[in-house]
């Protein structure tokens, strides 16, 4: 049972264009969201999170658009470029009460942009 | 620079091998984790481990094993191979809440 949902399984976008991949979850003691993004023969690497109370966090050209009712997120790349091209997972973590979380992650999107 | 070190790239072995799977961490925390990365079904959790000889499972432990004996290494055994268990591997530690460190994983391939 996938307990966070992700989609698209690949993207492809022009340079210059906007990215956007969408995760969704059912489990609502989630109480971090976080996105990775991982380059071939490279572990993942944390590249933005956001916690429930906040709608919208951007850093750079990521951004992370967080709808809790509807219990989905969204990760969007502007002005994406060339060097972005990778895979992204979504994740969400819930606290296990040793001071440790458990993440669950998203399926991954494979994001290839053209020049 | 903070990092998690896979001791191997890639390995081969054969069915029926005991495989180990070796994890070390140089950020003193507390918590680590092995996950298995399949195309199409993502990051799936095999084991973690809370502390010092501590482990608790994850969503599909069956076939392996893991073994924390200092703060700082976390092994995953493979007790005895099978080419269904032929994946990436990828350890990660974190200090609780924050977003994990990821090692850069190991291939295994089980012939």
């Known amino acids: 049972q996938q307990q966070v949902k992700q989609s698209p399984q690949s993207l492809i976008v022009q340079k210059g264009g906007i990215s956007i991949i969408n995760c969704a979850y059912e489990?609502?003691?989630?109480?971090?969201f976080p996105w990775y993004q991982q380059f071939p023969g490279k572990g993942p690497a944390l590249l933005i999170a956001i916690r429930p109370d906040v709608s919208e966090k951007k850093e750079g050209r990521f951004t992370i658009s967080f709808n809790k009712s509807a219990k989905q997120f969204s990760l969007h790349i502007m002005d994406s470029q060339p060097g972005d091209s990778a895979t992204y997972f979504c994740a969400a973590s819930i606290g296990l009460g040793t001071g440790s979380n458990q993440f669950y992650f998203g399926t991954g999107t494979s994001l290839t942009v053209i020049p | 620079d903070v990092k998690v070190t896979q001791s191997s790239r890639y390995l081969v072995k054969r069915t029926g091998e005991k495989v180990f799977l070796e994890c070390v961490q140089d950020?003193?925390?507390?918590?680590m984790f092995w996950y298995r990365q399949d195309p199409g079904l993502g990051l799936r959790l095999i084991y973690f481990?809370?502390?010092?000889?501590?482990?608790e499972k994850g969503d599909i432990p069956e076939g392996y094993s893991v073994s924390r004996e200092k703060k700082e290494r976390f092994s995953l055994i493979l007790e005895s191979a099978s080419t269904n268990q032929t994946s990436m591997y990828l350890c990660a530690s974190t200090y609780s809440p924050g977003g994990y460190t990821f090692g850069s994983g190991t291939r295994l391939t089980v012939v």
């Open positions: 489990n609502t003691a989630f109480d971090y």
């Open positions: 481990s809370y502390d010092v000889k501590m482990k």
């Open positions: 950020m003193d925390h507390e918590n």
